[in-house]
């Protein structure tokens, strides 16, 4: 291949997305604002201050003539404020001590983000000090600045105190205070201060848009718990999660949501924003109440090709009509699998922990829904399926929906219609107890379901287990001829604690996950690291995500593996460590035993919903507490695994009620109720 080929190979290659590990995020939902290390947002890649799904701002970047800015503090506070100090070397005293310093607090919130700069003098003489602040924007859409694409420069205006942009329905207006200089063609704002020893002076700048949201803020997020923990890491871990969870909230109707993550899916999705309510539910019932409404309110109620809408689905993200026509995808898209039955599930979880009784009562229309769906998407073979159909939505509509997720153990892919063993297992779990509480609220049921799922239970291990039953793995899925997908993945995880497997089965499963190619000490592969297409950074063959292996902690300790649970526990709160205890959305599948900790994925989001949500999820599944406010009964456990040391999460709530649980060193589990509580908690004994 001569060089001019090679040149022109690289030339026609699409844009590349633009990378996010090495930025720092400030997030206030539908508000965020994305920088560079230093705190600047320079044009190029993701930088900028957006609103819903339109980057208002690609350029906020404060300098000082005569000196460079050099970084000497930086800081994320909670999800949505950030600090950061500089020194100007160039200007005061000539000494190797630095004698001029700058200061930054931003704060983001939804509607627009302030940064307050302070500047001052140690030096012994007057310092006059010129500080500029360069603005500019190219108006974007999200998904095309996801695309890797770059728009036209949009010229700024003069406006009362600052600059303004727009472009149809877009604004943005930058004020400050004092008033500054303004440059508009270059979109510099200035300000000019003496500076005597020991003085500092403060500039407030403010950038505002009247563009309204789709969704706007829903916080607070959940009601807040303490943990408690001489491990700091767990602590650590659990206050940023809450913190980032309250950042990523949005509300529609009065309904709070999570937002899948940060920035790319700040907006409602099905299967994201379920998950996360329903690792939650322990902490605030309500967020999953308020979610599902949420949803049902969208719940599909005819049949549309273009969409992918059924009667009776749960959709898998809602775009602005901006944002869509910048996306392959149409403003609601209804390409997901999962999100239907887990609906179902969610519902259910929030029920036995408690949730209004009223609140539930009023979604079942929607659980028959779902339930009526299930029904007939698998009247063809009895499994519930998915294929695209629209040749320009998501080709796997499950959680991995990369297109190289579903592959064979020789690296071929997977041909649809394909059945993904997880969602078999989330539609049997919404079928058992979508019916139980229909009864119990006294519904009538729907026809032919309880049999449905007794039969779909007794084909399962038969035709997705692969191998002999003491050596074999669950198969990922079946393909379009009904033949097993037999690599193995971490999908099998979110099996357990379903009552789809029988009890051989399920301690198979528990082995598999404990295995080194699967846990890589970080927490879950997705992908066996002795596959041939594995990689360490591969999307969905050989990261690991948080949520993942939280649900699979959830499943491991519901059927009792608990010290397995714990082991994939430990290994996502060692991940955080590496990240200011922000889990991400996913990070490599490097091994422990190789590495301090993970490298990151360059585009992985942060903050994501159901990653902020995973350690809080692990630290409620690792105390092994059952919960059952309908029948009264709390319990747990009368020792746990030991592999997490001592820890207490405290304000967990069961209905209207507070319960703390302690796990001692030595693994004992004790919980307390509030005085004069109508539960009772009990103690099986043993493990």
């Not at 877009?170 to 200035?190: K, M, N, Y």
């Not at 879950?524 to 050989?542: C, N, Q």
Request: charged letters at 20%; glycine letters at 10%.
């Amino acid at each position: 291949m001569t060089e001019s080929t090679q040149h022109s190979e690289f030339e026609t290659r699409p844009p590349l997305q633009p990378l996010l590990h090495d930025l720092v995020s400030c997030v206030a939902a539908p508000g965020l604002l994305l920088a560079a290390a230093d705190g600047q947002v320079r044009p190029g890649g993701v930088s900028g201050w957006y609103v819903g799904d339109s980057r208002l701002l690609d350029t906020l970047e404060i300098a000082v003539d005569g000196s460079e800015l050099d970084l000497v503090r930086s800081a994320t506070i909670g999800a949505e404020r950030q600090e950061f100090s500089y020194v100007a070397r160039g200007l005061g005293d000539p000494l190797p001590d630095p004698t001029v310093r700058l200061d930054r607090f931003r704060t983001v919130s939804g509607d627009h983000v302030e940064e307050r700069v302070v500047v001052a003098s140690a030096a012994q003489e007057p310092v006059d000090v010129v500080v500029r602040l360069s603005a500019g924007t190219d108006l974007l859409a999200m998904p095309a600045v996801k695309g890797g694409t770059s728009g036209p420069r949009v010229p700024a205006h003069p406006a009362e105190g600052g600059l303004r942009w727009a472009d149809g329905d877009l604004e943005a207006v930058l004020s400050a205070e004092p008033a500054p200089e303004v440059d508009a063609g270059r979109g510099v704002l200035a300000w000019r201060f003496r500076l005597e020893r020991g003085d500092s002076r403060e500039v407030v700048v403010t950038a505002r848009t009247a563009t309204e949201p789709q969704f706007p803020a829903g916080r607070p997020a959940v009601r807040s718990i303490a943990v408690e923990a001489p491990d700091i890491r767990l602590r650590r871990t659990a206050e940023q999660s809450l913190a980032d969870l309250d950042g990523l909230a949005l509300a529609d109707d009065g309904d709070r949501f999570l937002a899948a993550g940060s920035p790319w899916y700040l907006t409602l999705f099905g299967r994201d924003s379920l998950w996360a309510a329903r690792m939650l539910i322990p902490v605030d019932a309500s967020l999953a109440l308020s979610t599902l409404r949420v949803l049902a309110r969208r719940q599909g109620t005819r049949d549309d090709p273009a969409t992918e809408e059924q009667p009776g689905k749960i959709l898998h993200e809602v775009r602005s009509a901006r944002a869509a026509a910048a996306h392959s995808l149409p403003p609601v898209y209804y390409g997901t699998v999962d999100a239907t039955p887990l609906f179902v599930c969610t519902l259910a979880d929030a029920h036995v922990w408690g949730a209004d009784p009223d609140q539930v009562r009023a979604l079942l229309p929607a659980v028959r829904g779902c339930l009526t769906w299930q029904l007939a998407q698998s009247a063809d073979t009895g499994w519930l399926r998915y294929v695209d159909h629209t040749g320009s939505g998501l080709a796997n509509q499950g959680w991995k929906d990369s297109h190289d997720s579903v592959q064979f153990a020789d690296g071929r892919l997977a041909d649809p219609p394909i059945a993904l063993c997880e969602v078999q297992a989330y539609a049997y779990d919404a079928a058992v107890r979508g019916a139980a509480l229909l009864e119990a609220f006294g519904e009538e049921p729907v026809p032919g379901l309880v049999e449905w799922a007794a039969d779909l239970r007794s084909r399962f291990t038969r035709e997705f287990w692969v191998g002999s039953p003491s050596e074999g793995h669950v198969a990922i899925a079946l393909d379009r001829d009904g033949r097993p997908v037999d690599s193995v993945t971490s999908n099998m995880g979110h099996l357990l604690g379903t009552g789809l497997l029988d009890g051989g089965a399920t301690s198979r499963v528990a082995s598999v996950l404990a295995d080194g190619r699967l846990d890589s000490g970080f927490g879950l592969r997705t992908l066996a690291s002795d596959s041939p297409r594995f990689s360490r950074l591969s999307y969905h063959g050989g990261t690991v995500w948080p949520h993942d292996t939280a649900i699979a902690i959830r499943g491991l300790a519901a059927d009792g593996h608990l010290d397995e649970a714990a082991s994939l526990a430990r290994g996502l709160f060692v991940a955080a460590e590496a990240v200011d205890y922000r889990l991400p959305e996913l990070y490599a599948g490097d091994a422990a035993a190789d590495v301090p900790f993970p490298a990151a994925y360059p585009a992985s989001c942060r903050p994501q919903a159901w990653s902020a949500a995973a350690p809080l999820a692990a630290l409620v599944a690792i105390t092994g507490l059952r919960v059952d406010v309908p029948a009264g009964t709390v319990t747990h456990p009368a020792r746990t695994s030991t592999l997490l040391g001592a820890f207490s999460l405290r304000g967990l709530r069961v209905g209207a009620e507070c319960l703390d649980v302690h796990v001692a060193a030595d693994g004992e589990v004790r919980v307390e109720l509030e005085s004069g509580s109508a539960l009772t908690v009990s103690d099986p004994g043993g493990r």
